[in-house]
C-alpha cells in the first residue's frame, strides 16, 4: 500500500515568517493530495487540495507544489498569524471511493 | 444541513463490552470512512465504503466491523473491545464526482479500560 511520510513533526515560526511542511509517497498511482489543518480538539478540515495534473496551486498565503517523479509535494504558509497555530496533515489517495493514506502530522506553532 | 454527524461523542467501555459508533451525512455523498488518530500517528483508515452497498478494509480493520446501513448511515461496530482500542475516532465522507475533499465529523473519544 501507500506510505505517506511528513516532515517536520514540530515547527516553530515567528509571526510574518514562512513555514514549510514536506511530505513524501511512494505509490506513483496517487493523485490526488490534500492538506488538512486540526485545531485542538477539532475535526479535520481542508485548507488545500492538488490533483496530480497540476504542479502548483495558490489560495491567498497558503500555496501547495507536487514534483511527482520525486514522489515529493510541500505545503508553504506565508505570512503567518497565530491563529494558523494547529496540526497539518498531509495526504495522499487515488480519488474518492479509494483510500487515503495521512501522514503523521506537523504541529505547527506561530509565535507573536 | 448538519454535515456529518457522530454519535456518542464520549465512551468508557471496560475490556471486552462491545458498542456501535454512528455515523450519518446529510450531504448525499457516495463514499464514507472511518478513522482512528492516536498521538504522534495521524489518521488511520479503518473501514471505507466507496459507495452504498460496498465496504472495504483500510490500513487498520482488526477488530472493527462496519455496516452502510444507506447511503447516509455509516456504522463501526467493536465486538469486543481492547485497551488498544482506546483513541479518537473519526467519521468522514466525500462527493465521487466533483470533488474529493473529504468532510470530517466531530470525533468520538473513546477510552477502554
Known amino acids: 500500500g501507500e506510505n505517506v511520510e511528513q516532515h517536520p513533526s514540530t515547527l516553530s515560526v515567528q509571526e510574518g515568517d514562512s513555514a514549510v511542511i514536506k511530505c513524501t509517497y511512494s505509490d506513483s498511482a496517487s493523485n490526488y493530495f490534500p492538506w488538512y489543518k486540526q485545531e485542538l480538539g477539532k475535526r479535520p478540515q481542508l485548507i488545500i487540495d492538488i490533483r496530480s495534473n497540476v504542479g502548483e496551486k495558490k489560495d491567498q498565503r497558503i500555496a501547495v507544489t507536487l514534483n511527482k517523479t520525486a514522489k515529493h509535494f510541500s505545503l508553504h504558509i506565508t505570512e503567518t498569524q497565530p491563529e494558523d497555530s494547529a496540526v497539518y496533515f498531509c495526504a495522499a489517495s487515488m480519488g474518492t471511493g479509494n483510500q487515503f493514506y495521512f501522514g503523521t502530522g506537523t504541529s505547527l506553532t506561530v509565535i507573536p | 444541513n448538519a454535515g456529518v454527524t457522530q454519535t456518542p461523542k464520549f465512551q468508557v467501555l471496560k475490556t471486552g463490552q462491545s458498542m456501535t459508533l454512528q455515523c450519518a451525512q446529510d450531504m448525499n455523498h457516495n463514499s464514507m470512512y472511518w478513522y482512528r488518530q492516536d498521538p504522534g500517528m495521524g489518521l488511520r483508515l479503518i473501514y471505507y465504503?466507496?459507495?452504498?452497498?460496498?465496504?472495504d478494509k483500510g490500513e487498520v480493520p482488526n477488530g472493527y466491523n462496519v455496516s452502510r446501513l444507506n447511503k447516509r448511515e455509516f456504522s463501526l461496530r467493536l465486538e469486543s473491545a481492547a485497551p488498544s482500542q482506546t483513541s479518537v475516532y473519526f467519521c468522514?465522507?466525500?462527493?465521487?464526482?466533483?470533488?474529493?475533499?473529504?468532510?470530517f465529523g466531530p470525533g468520538t473519544r473513546l477510552t477502554v479500560t
Open positions: 468522514a465522507s466525500s462527493e465521487a464526482d466533483r470533488s474529493y475533499e473529504q468532510y
Open positions: 465504503s466507496a459507495s452504498e452497498g460496498t465496504t
